[in-house]
Structure formats: C-alpha cells, structure tokens
C-alpha cells in the first residue's frame, strides 16, 4: 500500500518478565495491545489520518483495533483525548480518521505540543498524518 514499505505491527500481548521497562505509565486493561508513543511535536491541521492494515484472519489473527490517544509532552493524559475517548478503528485504510467520542477535529490543539500513544493489535501501522 501507499508508504507501506515499513511498519509497526500490533498484536495481542505485551512483552513482560524480568527487566522490562516502560517509561510512559500504563493504563490498566491495555495489555492486549501493542503500544508506540511518539516524541513530542506540534501540527497545524485538524483532524490525524491513518494508513493501516488488519492483519490477515486467514493467518489466525483475531479482529483489528487501533486507538490514539494524545499525550502531554511530559506523558500527563489530555481531557477527552484519552483512550477510552478513542473511537477504535476496526478495518484496513490508506486514510482512516481518527476520532474521540465521534469527534475527529482537533482545532483546539493546535500549534500545541503533544504527543501521541497509538494502542493496536492484530493491525500494522504504516503512516499518521495530519490534514
């Protein structure tokens, strides 16, 4: 697909056990998902597009979800951004809008530092933009 010439792939679990280190706290009830944070930006558009796959069900792989949650520079959670605000996304998309509570414009953030924590399993990732 379109800038599909690398991606993070999601998939059920985590990894734990002796030594792991997360840096960004964790939500409870998160670990089916695979986690990405992003290093802190600012954008001018409104709305966060994604170009996605679900993984293929043939291979044994269960449904498809993927949320974004925004962040704070210093990881605090954003007020109706947060990931049970996120709407999931459940199927494939060069350009699939994320939204939170029906709600995909985030005029009101931008020129703002943040950063994004993508939650996804059975789905790779190719691309995030915003428009």
């Not at 280190?21 to 670990?31: D, E, G, K, M």
């Not at 990405?36 to 996605?52: A, C, E, K, P």
């Not at 269960?62 to 999931?88: K, Q, S, W």
């Not at 809008?97 to 953030?109: A, E, M, P």
Request: with cysteine.
């Amino acid at each position: 697909p379109l800038d599909g010439f690398v991606s993070l792939d999601g998939a059920k679990g985590t990894a734990t056990g002796p030594g792991t280190v997360y840096p960004v706290p964790l939500r409870p009830r998160v670990s089916e998902y695979s986690q990405m944070v992003t290093r802190s930006f600012g954008f001018s558009r409104s709305q966060l597009h994604l170009n996605m796959d679900s993984a293929l069900q043939q291979w044994g792989a269960g449904p498809c979800e993927v949320r974004v949650e925004l962040l704070e520079p210093n990881h605090d959670y954003i007020n109706g951004y947060e990931f049970d605000d996120a709407d999931p996304i459940t199927t494939s998309g060069l350009d699939q809008v994320v939204s939170w509570k029906r709600n995909s414009y985030l005029i009101g953030l931008a020129g703002k530092a943040i950063k994004l924590r993508f939650y996804f399993k059975n789905a790779k990732l190719y691309s995030s933009r915003f428009r």
